[in-house]
């Protein structure tokens, strides 16, 4: 293992998110708050540690797979621990394994959130905190990919650690062009929205806070109520828009801009998704019209399919934003959500979760199993639309799926047994591992993770990471690090 490459590299990450908190700076400086000292001393700390790692860590090497797999883990682990130096420094996040759980929170686009009064913290921070959405959306490391052949190392390696799903798709031979693609198409979207959002009402601020959280299917708000708080149907269907967009593989936003659509209207993953979305949305909509009790849904079924539309896409692309209290729909459709958790947005999106690819190959698999018991002489391939799946992708997925239901397991029964209620926990452990935001009952759309003791914040830490990397780089660290010598 190179650790002096891999030292390096977090040296140009921490350049670039030193940079990137000049932005929440300028927004300070902009509106007061007092938030402006706690940034600057952060840009500091960052900008020197970068540059002193950049300068003392010596390496002309290029990536192997365990040191890509590695730079990208701990490259996650750094910014989680200096972008919450904005919010320790302040003093309004409380203790640092708060700030640390929030920054962590926003890299990984999973949307929990510590705070109890979104709306009493400085502009700066909150702009600190959409920001760091943004940034994990994409990937802080996608974007260093892009700069790294400036300085003469090869990030091969890091794009096969960074990007999500069991399928990777490069739309130019080059891998640092592929990187400036992506965030082409992810900035645009980003414009979009917010555009969008101002023509329905929302300041620049505003408006910029919250196209970075749904593009990167993040979810921080800067409202309490998040969502709701606008009581605008106008922004529901936007963010709603945007949100099912950000949750599609970035390859078949590329596929659009060149005039591909028959490549982007024949993709399998994106049909699943689709129908995923459109059933779960009829069968909630439904059950929240005839039996919720709620008088705004049983009196209108137009509000009743809109809330339940983009709390099925919100959770689906786990990006966590509500309209609703769905802490109080029937159990039905409260079950359907958290079922929609383990599904995730499509691979190469913004999205976590298992991923739909991965639940599609799951499905066929099981189906192939079921066919091959009525015909032992029978030989069936896996075929997703016209792709033939070949025998070690089905094996990564089903090893994938396994490690997750492990974890996902190990803490839930580690929350029950610090003293938190089954769904308190089940929820907790599937929102930060699947990078969603809310849960269900202490955990519901309208409450907040900062009643947690510092031993189940770490443990939901070390979810959201898993989650974000997709176990596999986390836990290749973890082995280099335990067995250095091998």
């Given amino acids: 293992m190179n650790w002096s490459l891999i030292i390096k590299v977090q040296g140009y990450l921490l350049l670039i998110l030193g940079i990137m908190m000049i932005f ?12 402006l000292g706690a940034i600057a001393l ?56 708060n700030c640390v759980f929030e920054a962590m929170s926003g890299f990984t686009t999973t949307g929990s959130t510590i705070l109890s009064d979104i709306e009493s913290i400085p502009r700066g921070l909150l702009f600190w905190r959409s920001l760091t959405h943004w940034l994990g959306g994409m990937g802080i490391v996608l974007f260093t990919i892009a700069i790294l052949p400036m300085f003469g190392i090869a990030p091969g390696q890091l794009y096969n650690a960074e990007v999500p799903g069991p399928t990777k798709d490069r739309l130019s031979p080059k891998i640092k062009d592929t990187a400036k693609i992506l965030w082409l198409i992810y900035i645009g979207l980003t414009i979009i929205e917010t555009i969008f959002l101002m023509f329905g009402g929302m300041d620049l601020y505003t408006a910029v806070n919250h196209s970075f959280a749904t593009v990167a299917t993040g979810g921080f708000s800067t409202l309490n109520t998040s969502i709701s708080g606008f009581n605008s149907v106008y922004i529901d269907i936007v963010i709603t828009v945007f949100m099912f967009l950000a949750g599609v593989n970035f390859a078949l936003h590329f596929y659009l801009i060149k005039g591909r659509f028959r490549d982007f209207f024949k993709d399998s993953e994106l049909k699943f998704y689709t129908a995923v979305i459109t059933i779960t949305t009829i069968l909630i909509s439904l059950n929240i019209y005839f ?95 016209e792709e033939h799946v070949e025998n070690h992708v089905v094996r990564n997925v089903l090893g994938f799926s396994i ?78 690090v335990i067995f250095r010598k091998r």
């Avoid at 091959?372 to 029978?378: D, G």
């Fill in 42 to 97: 952060s840009i500091a700390i960052t900008l020197i540690t970068g540059l002193a790692f950049i300068f003392i860590f010596k390496s002309d090497k290029k990536f192997k797979a365990k040191e890509g797999f590695a730079s990208v883990s701990l490259g996650w682990i750094l910014s989680a621990l200096f972008g919450a130096l904005p919010y320790f420094f302040h003093g309004s996040f409380g203790p640092y394994i």
């Fill in 24 to 35: 929440p700076l300028m927004i300070s400086f902009h509106y007061g708050g007092g938030d």
């Fill in 403 to 480: 490690l997750f239901v492990f974890i996902f397991t190990g803490s839930t029964l580690f929350l029950a047994g610090m003293g938190y209620d089954i769904i308190t926990s089940f929820t907790a452990a599937i929102s930060c591992l699947g990078n969603i935001g809310p849960g269900l009952a202490r955990v519901g759309a309208i409450e907040n993770f900062g009643f947690f003791d510092s031993y189940s914040k770490g443990v939901l830490i070390f979810c959201m990471l898993l989650g974000r990397l997709e176990i596999y780089s986390v836990l290749i660290l973890i082995y280099s």
């Fill in 291 to 385: 039996s919720s009790g709620i008088e705004k849904y049983t009196t209108n079924y137009g509000r009743a399919l809109l809330d339940s539309a983009f709390q099925v896409v919100s959770i689906t692309t786990t990006t966590g934003f509500m309209t609703a209290d769905f802490n109080l729909w029937p159990s039905f459709s409260a079950l359907l959500l958290v079922t929609l958790m383990f599904f995730g947005g499509c691979a190469g999106s913004t999205g976590g979760g298992m991923k739909q690819i991965r639940i599609l190959i799951l499905f066929k698999h099981l189906s192939n199993e079921i066919k091959k018991l009525a015909h032992p002489r029978a030989s069936f391939s896996l075929r997703v639309g």
